[in-house]
């Protein structure tokens, strides 16, 4: 049971365009969401994340909103460049379970020059 | 990621072999993880250690078993590898620290494996 949703599988963006990865939870006890990017050849890294007691997290060109009515979360990279190509997977965890984290399946985004 | 190594970085073996996938960190964690990566899956957790008596099985541990030999290392075994069992394999580590570091996981570069 997949308990992150994240959608699309993969996105093709121009450069300078937005790229925009939805993700959907159904634990409402999940209270940390971060996002993580993912280079060929690499292991995943940290790349921004937020709690729920905010709607809005922004660090340079990428942005997470967050819906908690919803139960949804988005990543938003403004000005897309083509070294933003990587997979993205949103994630969620319970401040009470330590570290573990649940995470999305995954968004290949491809940034054309 | 040079501060979380996994070895071998590929591995093809033969259905029925044993296998073992080892990470080490320098980073001084108490906390460590191993996880699948599959197409389309994300990465699904097999198991995680807060600490070296601490062991826990996650998502999907049937098939699986790890050791933690100390703070440092954290190895998983397959003990009969299966062809499903092909897949990237990553270490992870955290810090239960200041709530600013809590939660972030620190991943190695992966292990590459194949059964075929």
């Known amino acids: 049971q997949q308990q992150v949703k994240q959608s699309p599988q993969s996105l093709i963006v121009q450069k300078g365009g937005i790229s925009i990865i939805n993700c959907a939870y159904e634990n409402t006890a999940f209270d940390y969401f971060p996002w993580y990017q993912q280079f060929p050849g690499k292991g995943p890294a940290l790349l921004i994340a937020?709690?729920?007691?905010?709607s809005e997290k922004k660090e340079g060109r990428f942005t997470i909103s967050f819906n908690k009515s919803a139960k949804q979360f988005s990543l938003h990279i403004m000005d897309s460049q083509p070294g933003d190509s990587a997979t993205y997977f949103c994630?969620?965890?319970?401040?009470?379970?330590?570290?573990?984290?649940?995470f999305g399946e995954g968004t290949q985004l491809t940034v054309n020059p | 990621d040079a501060d979380v190594t996994q070895t071998p970085r590929n591995r093809i073996t033969k259905t029925g072999k044993r296998i073992m996938l080892e990470c080490s960190q320098t980073?001084?964690?108490?906390?460590m993880y191993w996880y699948r990566q599959d197409p389309g899956l994300g990465l699904q957790l097999i198991y995680y250690?807060?600490?070296?008596?601490?062991?826990n099985k996650g998502e999907i541990s049937d098939g699986y078993s790890v050791s933690r030999q100390a703070q440092a290392k954290f190895s998983l075994s397959l003990e009969s590898a299966i062809p499903n069992q092909t897949a990237l394999y990553f270490c992870a580590t955290s810090d239960p620290g200041t709530s600013g570091s809590r939660d972030t996981q620190y991943f190695g570069p992966g292990t590459r494996l194949t059964v075929l």
């Open positions: 937020i709690r729920p007691d905010v």
């Open positions: 994630a969620a965890s319970i401040s009470t379970s330590g570290s573990r984290l649940t």
């Open positions: 980073k001084g964690h108490d906390r």
């Open positions: 250690s807060f600490d070296v008596k601490d062991i």
